[in-house]
């Protein structure tokens, strides 16, 4: 079992770019979470998908998107880069939406220049 | 949102128990504890969750107070292995009588694990 997998592990990008982060969820998990982590702080909930849909959301701009397919892998988007954007993305996966158990990547590292 | 309270740091030497408390006093009669540590340039791990009385894994125990306004995660032989993040959440039903969760992550308890 792979677990929850995440592309790139690193990325650089500058202002007013976009950027797409890839996540692949534990085998058997049908809802996807994403998180932004800043240095030194916990993680912080950005959306969850379920069933291809956006089902709950944190306080973030709507710069920020996501998708889910239908074999449950998702997308997340940011457009109109900023430096504080920088952070760790971390995907999260769990059966059904309840996140008892939550599995996590090990993360993309974006920095914005 | 749903708040907890930790310590910013606990040390601890290796082999020894450890106790890491979390205070969630405007807790629900419905809420469960959920723990997670997030070990260096990893990405969180589950270790443990419960709602009422005491619960044991391979990992941890989770003691929750009798008036559930706080909870005691317990590493009963700590390694330096255990060296990480801890983080005691109350996953929060944002729909009112729906059954949506997410985790909200605090700053988390830094254990550090002298050898």
């Known amino acids: 079992d792979a677990g929850v997998t995440q592309s790139p592990t690193h990325l650089i990008k500058t202002r007013g770019q976009q950027v797409t982060l890839r996540c692949s969820p534990k085998?058997?998990?049908?809802?996807v979470s994403w998180y932004q982590q800043a240095l030194g702080q916990g993680p912080q909930f950005i959306f969850q998908?379920?069933?291809?849909?956006?089902?709950q959301r944190g306080n973030f701009p709507d710069r920020f998107s996501g998708h889910q397919f239908p074999n449950y892998s998702s997308e997340l988007n940011v457009n109109a880069l900023l430096l504080g954007d920088s952070a760790l993305y971390l995907c999260?996966?769990?059966?059904?939406?309840?996140?008892?158990?939550?599995?996590f990547g090990q993360g993309t590292r974006l920095t914005v220049v | 949102d749903a708040k907890t309270t930790q310590p910013n740091s606990m040390e601890s030497n290796e082999e020894e128990p450890v106790h890491l408390p979390c205070n969630h006093s405007?807790?629900?009669?419905?809420?469960?504890i959920h723990w997670y540590r997030q070990l260096p340039s990893q990405g969180p791990e589950y270790v443990i969750h419960g709602l009422t009385s005491n619960v044991n894994n391979r990992m941890a125990s989770l003691a929750i107070a009798e008036d559930r306004k706080s909870s005691t995660l317990i590493l009963h032989r700590a390694t330096l292995r255990d060296a990480a993040v801890y983080y005691c959440?109350?996953?929060?039903?944002?729909?009112?009588?729906?059954?949506?969760?997410?985790?909200?992550f605090g700053k988390g308890t830094l254990l550090t694990v002298n050898p």
């Open positions: 999260a996966s769990s059966l059904g939406v309840k996140n008892t158990e939550a599995f």
């Open positions: 085998s058997g998990h049908d809802t």
């Open positions: 959440i109350r996953p929060f039903d944002i729909n009112s009588g729906g059954s949506n969760y997410k985790l909200t």
């Open positions: 405007t807790i629900s009669g419905t809420d469960y």
């Open positions: 998908y379920y069933e291809e849909e956006e089902r």
